[in-house]
């Protein structure tokens, strides 16, 4: 698996088996002492270490990397998590943070001679303050629940990643989550007032506050994105927002990319800043119409979601000023929800994309990078000759109000060509994103998968000022150790078998 690439396997079609690893008299000597020692302060069944017990904790939705931790720790209670970073740490021993295991980048892939802290049963929402609109809870609360709890006092969460269902406020702190309305409203970091945690060797530690503005230096966006490298997270206060009296959604269909792209700029360029915009090639609309019947225009090269909330006077004038941008762009049919039923039908398209995409191929690879919204029919262009040149199809979904891009890759993991295609596929599309001025990820983090392609977004000074970042927090690389910051090493073996040579380096990291 190369750098910058989420890989889905459809479970009923692949059944390849994990090969089975010879035993390391010397790995399972370390086991046996870690477990003793974790076992004299945490509470019966909060040890797994039995590979049957620790088999689902061997990676997170990046599924193409596994590896089998030492053991895998469910704590209850702080003091059992400070416990267990201080013996950790008095004993050298890595350590993975996990929420629910829906990271696309590897995140929380085990380390081989590590922990796995498991914060699931962290998930108790402590506090919601209406009168302040913030909520205090715990980091394995899930997105959603803080949305559902809130909705008594007219209040919601904003960051809503696809994944909202499941994933947790403290996975989306670590990845700076973000989602179909994070336009308006912001990424996660835009979202969070105050976390509270510990440190690599179990010292309590809180970043940011309620206040206005917290003293020293703005430590809370240094946490927020970090990937669990810096400090474990057990507790978040959160913004919360007035919901909207109204939102109303806008379908629009487009004949070619590029009057699609020129939309979205426009929009933007007017002052316009929708709840919502999103944007759906046409392959991409038919897999998501035979999946849940959206009523989408199936003869669209394109089409876009743009969505208005606020007071119903708000709403209807900027419904009417999107109406223009949109016509003046060229689209060639428009849709505009009469009620709340037809916006999440709309919507609901979008929000199954993914699903929808493993209905149509056994495999697909998810990617994640970011362009100038002025470049979006550009890069779609891109995509298009890409899929000749590498002979694979691909569908395409972007977050195209800020420029994230989500091209889907479809192939068949069965066939060890197809997967060697889609690798340059994927590599490609990340060069592409930063060549036209992009980044290398937008939500979904670096994790494993994207090693090789920081590489090529940052020069070897910046890359070491990162690493200066992480042993000013964890000196002995504990926390997460190998993810997000490459090597030296390893960015000059990405330079000796750069994409465009036709090859690919890959992690050394088991796959299956």
Not at 29 to 53: C, I, N, S, T
Not at 231 to 247: C, D, F
């Amino acid at each position: 698996m190369s750098a910058g690439q989420t890989l889905m396997h459809n479970p009923v079609m692949n059944t390849s088996l994990r090969p089975e690893v010879p035993a390391d008299p010397s790995r399972t000597k370390r086991q046996r002492e870690l477990v003793a020692a974790l076992e004299e302060f945490l509470p019966q069944g909060a040890v797994l270490y039995r590979h049957e017990d620790t088999v689902t904790y061997e990676c997170d939705a990046l599924t193409a990397y596994r590896t089998s931790p030492l053991a895998v720790v469910l704590p209850e209670t702080e003091p059992e998590v400070a416990a267990t970073l201080r013996l950790c740490h008095r004993l050298g021993v890595p350590i993975i943070a996990r929420g629910a295991g829906t990271g696309l980048s590897g995140g929380a892939t085990p380390h081989h001679w590590g922990v796995i802290l498991s914060l699931a049963k962290f998930n108790k929402i402590l506090n919601i303050d209406a009168a302040a609109c913030t909520a205090v809870v715990q980091c394995g609360v899930r997105n959603a629940a803080i949305s559902e709890a809130a909705a008594g006092f007219g209040l919601y969460y904003a960051p809503d990643p696809s994944s909202q269902i499941a994933c947790t406020i403290g996975g989306n702190v670590a990845e700076n989550s973000g989602g179909v309305h994070c336009l308006k409203y912001g990424l996660t970091l835009h979202n969070v007032l105050r976390i509270r945690g510990f440190m690599v060797d179990g010292e309590p530690v809180e970043f940011g506050s309620q206040a206005l503005d917290a003293a020293g230096l703005d430590l809370l966006s240094v946490v927020v994105g970090s990937e669990g490298m810096l400090a474990i997270i057990t507790e978040v206060t959160v913004k919360l927002i007035p919901k909207p009296q109204l939102a109303r959604c806008i379908m629009a269909s487009f004949n070619d990319i590029e009057s699609a792209g020129a939309a979205v700029a426009s929009v933007i360029a007017r002052g316009i800043i929708p709840a919502g915009l999103e944007l759906m090639d046409k392959a991409m609309t038919a897999a998501v119409e035979a999946f849940v019947h959206a009523d989408y225009d199936l003869d669209a090269a394109a089409i876009l979601l743009c969505e208005s909330d606020g007071t119903p006077e708000e709403v209807a004038e900027e419904i009417d000023r999107m109406e223009q941008v949109l016509a003046d762009a060229g689209a060639s049919r428009m849709q505009v929800s009469r009620d709340e039923s037809q916006r999440l039908k709309f919507w609901s398209g979008r929000k199954n994309a993914f699903p929808a995409s493993g209905g149509i191929s056994p495999d697909y690879m998810c990617m994640d990078s970011t362009i100038p919204r002025k470049r979006l029919a550009q890069m779609l262009r891109e995509i298009e000759q890409m899929q000749t040149k590498y002979g694979l199809r691909c569908v395409n979904v972007f977050h195209a109000g800020d420029g994230n891009l989500h091209p889907l890759i479809l192939f068949d993991a069965d066939q060890p060509d197809e997967m060697r295609r889609c690798e340059l596929f994927g590599a490609d599309v990340l060069e592409t994103s930063v060549r036209m001025g992009g980044t290398v990820t937008g939500e979904h983090g670096v994790g494993i998968e994207k090693l090789n392609s920081m590489c090529v977004q940052f020069a070897p000074a910046e890359r070491a000022q990162f690493l200066a970042v992480k042993h000013a927090f964890d000196p002995l690389e504990l926390l997460n150790p190998g993810k997000v910051i490459p090597t030296l090493h390893r960015c000059a073996e990405y330079g000796k078998m750069h994409v465009h040579r036709g090859l690919l380096p890959f992690a050394d990291l088991p796959r299956f």
